[in-house]
């Protein structure tokens, strides 16, 4: 039978994505989540064991680590409260003392590059301290220390990237000459993967495996290669001084990366961040990490073709707690307005009203705006109005919608529309019913915009009242509209 493994911070941007990749490789997962409910809408989460527990509460997690014989350790702080060390290393002497009860064989930990004999970050003290702590359950900790993850949704590459998307000039603190060495996310998830198959006799009390990228970069470097990779010519004016935390609340500004998470990025990368053994090709020398311009080459593709997986701020909503009727957030680097509304409608009976929108039917509240905006796009040369949609009731993937155009369908439950209008960007209309409860269904209404520069970001902000009161009348309607007709 296949081995039961533990992956805590399964809601993550790295756990999320660790967890599909066990599966493929024949293991049964279990995931110790706060919250169950925001495992929702995971491909994967009918094929994995879920343990609702926290690891700052340690009687809820009775059970988590029963019949595990390795688990993943990936939960840390990841703002600037003046407690997150104390809360980490509290929540990590509890699941070592769990641990050190069970029959675990191996604990594998994310932790952060950083030489321990320099003065490091608050944070990068932190992750090493926690390590150490792990080792106190007498069971083998494998810590893998890492820089900048380079992948599609994680916090280092999206401040990196809307900050060389929006703005031509960049002004940029003396940190951004600081070596690193960047890794891809698929690297982070091959050596973990790997981790599991080292032979126990192999394995000391404490191995430290530092893991990077096939080159050695600065800050400065990275944002150049980015730019060169979309096209974007930008000037770079490096400051002699500029302060950390006003750095962030500029970052905050224009990014989506809140400040206290952007001044926790900005106080790592002052720190260099090297490889500085061969410890990771000793043990693994079938993993040939991926350089930089391949790593951002595969993010930029999953960007651009919406393969959303998962991001930085996926664990931010477990400290939510409750379905929220707005959300205005990021995803995947795209602006992102959310709305939700509870239904006793069947999904069926939703389903036929989104999919039903547009043409001689119209968008069921405020139609001469949607027919104003048609007739703008057509004076710039967009396609307008004129196209409606092929017939009033059925619906395929490529049909046109006004001035959208169908882009997925999944029959009873999701619509996607690709909006071929003329906006500084790429903008996105969808529509999601779900099951929540033996009365209730959700709907889910998602409006995203990938904005070009800072024409779309003043796109996006400027309009949004507009947008906002349309969207969320658009959903209101369409659930009245499906509760009449069910």
């Given amino acids: 039978m296949a081995e039961r493994v533990l992956v805590t911070g399964a809601t993550g941007y790295v756990g999320g994505?660790?967890?599909?990749?066990?599966?493929?490789?024949?293991?049964?997962?279990?995931?110790?989540?706060?919250?169950?409910?925001?495992?929702?809408?995971?491909?994967?989460?009918?094929?994995?064991?879920?343990?609702?527990?926290?690891?700052?509460?340690?009687e809820t997690m009775e059970g988590a680590l029963r019949d595990v014989k390795a688990a993943y350790y990936l939960i840390h702080s990841m703002r600037a409260e003046v407690d997150f060390r104390e809360r980490d290393q509290l929540a990590a002497r509890n699941f070592a003392q769990l641990a050190e009860k069970s029959g675990l064989q191996r604990i594998i930990y994310l932790g952060g590059l950083g030489d321990p004999n320099k003065k490091l970050s608050e944070h990068l003290r932190s992750r090493h301290e926690v390590g150490r702590i792990l080792t106190m359950s007498g069971?083998?900790?494998?810590?893998?220390?890492?820089?900048?993850?380079?992948?599609?949704?994680?916090?280092?590459?999206?401040?990196?990237?809307?900050?060389?998307?929006?703005?031509?000039?960049?002004?940029?603190?003396?940190?951004?000459?600081?070596?690193?060495?960047?890794?891809?996310?698929?690297?982070?998830?091959?050596?973990?993967?790997?981790?599991?198959?080292?032979p126990g006799e192999r394995l000391p009390a404490y191995q430290v495996i530092e893991i990077g990228g096939s080159e050695v970069l600065t800050y400065h470097d990275m944002m150049r290669g980015y730019a060169a990779a979309r096209g974007l010519k930008r000037w770079m004016i490096r400051m002699p001084w500029l302060p950390t935390r006003l750095c962030a609340y500029w970052l905050q500004w224009i990014t989506p990366i809140p400040a206290g998470i952007a001044y926790v990025l900005i106080e790592s990368i002052r720190n260099e961040v090297i490889v500085r053994n061969d410890s990771a090709s000793q043990l693994f020398p079938q993993i040939r990490p991926r350089n930089y311009q391949v790593?951002?080459?595969?993010?930029?593709?999953?960007?651009?073709?919406?393969?959303?997986?998962?991001?930085?701020?996926?664990?931010?909503?477990?400290?939510?707690?409750?379905?929220?009727?707005?959300?205005?957030?990021?995803?995947?680097?795209?602006?992102?307005?959310?709305?939700?509304?509870?239904?006793?409608?069947?999904?069926?009976?939703?389903?036929?009203?989104?999919?039903?929108?547009?043409?001689?039917?119209?968008?069921?509240?405020?139609?001469?705006?949607?027919?104003?905006?048609g007739i703008i796009d057509r004076m710039v040369g967009g396609p307008g109005f004129r196209r409606g949609r092929r017939h009033p009731d059925e619906l395929r993937v490529g049909d046109a919608v006004d001035f959208w155009r169908v882009e997925m369908l999944q029959p009873g439950r999701q619509?996607?529309?690709?909006?071929?209008?003329k906006v500084p960007g790429l903008a996105w209309l969808q529509f999601e019913v779900t099951p929540y409860s033996s009365s209730e269904n959700l709907v889910t209404q998602t409006a995203f915009f990938e904005p070009k520069g800072l024409p779309g970001l003043l796109y996006w902000y400027l309009l949004y009242p507009i947008h906002g009161w349309m969207f969320s009348m658009l959903i209101r309607r369409v659930v009245e509209k499906a509760e009449r007709t069910r």
């Fill in 17 to 58: 994505r660790l967890v599909p990749r066990l599966l493929e490789a024949g293991y049964r997962v279990r995931v110790l989540v706060r919250d169950p409910s925001h495992l929702q809408g995971r491909a994967w989460l009918d094929r994995v064991e879920v343990v609702q527990g926290d690891v700052l509460e340690p």
């Fill in 139 to 198: 069971i083998p900790v494998i810590e893998f220390r890492s820089a900048v993850i380079v992948g599609s949704g994680s916090a280092s590459f999206e401040m990196m990237r809307y900050v060389v998307e929006g703005l031509p000039i960049l002004i940029c603190p003396p940190w951004v000459i600081t070596r690193i060495q960047p890794i891809s996310i698929r690297d982070v998830l091959d050596y973990f993967i790997a981790a599991l198959k080292l």
């Fill in 295 to 373: 790593s951002l080459e595969r993010a930029l593709m999953r960007i651009s073709s919406d393969q959303v997986e998962t991001t930085w701020s996926d664990s931010q909503a477990s400290y939510t707690g409750d379905i929220r009727p707005v959300t205005l957030t990021t995803y995947e680097g795209l602006l992102l307005e959310r709305r939700q509304r509870f239904t006793a409608a069947p999904p069926e009976a939703v389903y036929r009203v989104f999919t039903g929108l547009g043409g001689k039917r119209g968008w069921l509240h405020a139609n001469w705006i949607w027919l104003a905006r």
């Fill in 415 to 421: 619509m996607r529309l690709r909006a071929e209008m």
